[in-house]
């Protein structure tokens, strides 16, 4: 499974790319907001992204609400980088402008999806990434890796023709809260895990893995300590 970080701050994406795990980037609008940015500096944001993670797949979210806005957006989201993903949420406009886009060879992630008939409609549609959310079905008390596991079982029950040479169109676990979601994820067979920084970085840091550095620094001290 590819690791995705879920987030638009620079700072957290240059982070999680120094780890050297890094595949890709997930932006939405909220996660924009929480950086502070404007409108205006929308586009120029994902291309510092972009630039950044060059080769990684970044997904810029659409505002548009209809298909020719949707499409018009996709075409010029996809001018500012060569790595652009363009994220459409599933809806009746997305998936004319998705098929659109994929016929120009624009990449499409198609997100906020909650369901297996709405995964195989991006599929079908020419999504390269499809992104079934998990912890908003928890949020209301659902089971969100079950919902996960439906998505991955419906879409790799075929194979679509669109990206099929580059192995897409691939799964993206998305509304990840915790470590134990990543492995759900993975269990599962999940392509890629879009993950938050923070939680990311508890996939590293272990509790007892903490605990035992801790403890060998402390032998390793004890033996510098005979020696001298
Ligand atoms: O990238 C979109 C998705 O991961 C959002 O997650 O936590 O807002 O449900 P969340």
Avoid at 41 to 51: L, P, Y
Avoid at 145 to 165: A, F, M, P, S
């Amino acid at each position: 499974m590819k690791f995705f970080i879920d987030t638009a701050n620079l700072e957290e994406i240059e982070t999680a790319k120094s780890w050297g795990v890094l595949a890709g980037v997930t932006t939405n609008p909220s996660l924009y907001a929480k950086t502070g940015g404007k409108l205006s500096g929308f586009e120029g944001h994902m291309q510092k992204i972009c630039k950044a993670c060059e080769g990684l797949a970044v997904s810029a979210e659409s505002q548009a609400k209809t298909t020719e806005g949707m499409i018009e957006d996709g075409r010029r989201l996809s001018a500012l980088a060569p790595n652009i993903v363009i994220k459409l949420p599933i809806c009746e406009e997305s998936l004319p402008a998705t098929r659109t886009l994929a016929e120009e060879g624009v990449r499409v992630n198609m997100t906020l999806v909650f369901s297996a008939p709405q995964a195989l409609l991006a599929a079908r549609a020419g999504a390269r990434y499809i992104s079934p959310f998990i912890g908003r079905f928890d949020d209301i008390g659902d089971d969100g890796t079950g919902q996960l596991e439906q998505v991955i079982r419906c879409v790799k029950n075929y194979k679509y023709g669109w990206w099929d040479e580059e192995g897409g169109p691939e799964i993206i676990a998305a509304s990840v809260r915790s470590v134990n979601h990543v492995t759900q994820a993975a269990l599962l067979g999940a392509d890629i895990a879009t993950v938050p920084f923070a939680t990311l970085r508890k996939c590293i840091r272990h509790p007892l893995t903490v605990e035992g550095r801790a403890k060998f620094d402390a032998d390793w001290a004890k033996v510098a300590g005979g020696q001298a």
